[in-house]
T-cell receptor, first 117, second 117 residues
Framework: AQSVTQLGSHVSVSEGALVLLRCNYS??????LFWYVQYPNQGLQLLLK??????LVKGINGFEAEFKKSETSFHLTKPSAHMSDAAEYFC???????????????FGQGTILTVHP | DTAVSQTPKYLVTQMGNDKSIKCEQN?????MYWYKQDSKKFLKIMFS???????INETVPNRFSPKSPDKAHLNLHINSLELGDSAVYFC????????????????FGSGTQLSVL
């Protein structure tokens, strides 16, 4: 079984400040971890993905996430927030269990990021 | 052109009715999915089709029936709608089968908000 917990349903930062969105996962096998972003009235878009290569993963729009096995975490960060980063962010986990695991991403509840001028 | 398009965007209907949500992807992908986002914002996979063949069928009521006339379309038909069916339904597609160590990613539609009264 796998699960994802995103700490904080709402995060508010000032423009130019550090963005930190927290994600902790639970998985019985080595996980594959994802961050998706959903802008208003749009579908989810993949920000970045961890697939057991480098533990620090860089994504689009200056975002990055670090896989920490000891902490079972995959927090999303960006050094300097921009107004256009305001959106909802979803962390997700999948496993390489084969069989019918394909496409079975398990999503967290989402974190709404607000950026103030 | 929208890569993954769902119609309708909003659907308001009475309990007991039968309704369909349509999904089309113009990416040439082989695999399509239906996800349900409940009121607590959890996204859960419902079905997945690969080249018109059902490969994932999670525990959903029999009232939900996916239909894939061709690999570019995956429609979701819901019979005898119930209040608990109210949610946002997301269609998605991928070139191959995600969830394993590939470079595949999911492309999501913008969602269909279903409200059952």
């Amino acid at each position: 079984a796998q699960s994802v917990t995103q700490l904080g349903s709402h995060v508010s930062v000032s423009e130019g400040a550090l963005v930190l969105l927290r994600c902790n996962y639970s998985s019985s096998v080595p996980p594959y971890l994802f961050w998706y972003v959903q802008y208003p009235n749009q579908g989810l878009q993949l920000l970045l993905k961890y697939t057991s290569a480098a533990t620090l993963v860089k994504g689009i729009n200056g975002f990055e996430a670090e896989f920490k096995k000891s902490e079972t975490s995959f927090h999303l960060t960006k050094p300097s927030a921009h107004m256009s980063d305001a959106a909802e962010y979803f962390c997700a986990v999948s496993t390489n269990a084969g069989g019918t695991s394909y496409g079975k991403l398990t999503f967290g509840q989402g974190t709404i990021l607000t950026v103030h001028p | 052109d929208t890569a993954v398009s769902q119609t309708p965007k909003y659907l308001v209907t009475q309990m007991g009715n039968d309704k369909s949500i349509k999904c089309e992807q113009n990416l040439g992908h082989d695999t399509m999915y239906w996800y349900k986002q409940d009121s607590k914002k959890f996204l859960k996979i419902m079905f997945s089709y690969n080249n018109k063949e059902l490969i994932i069928n999670e525990t959903v009521p029999n009232r939900f029936s996916p239909k894939s006339p061709d690999k570019a379309h995956l429609n979701l038909h819901i019979n005898s709608l119930e209040l608990g069916d109210s949610a946002v339904y997301f269609c998605a597609s991928s070139q191959g089968l995600t969830g394993v160590a590939t470079n595949e990613k999911l492309f999501f539609g913008s969602g269909t908000q279903l409200s059952v009264l």
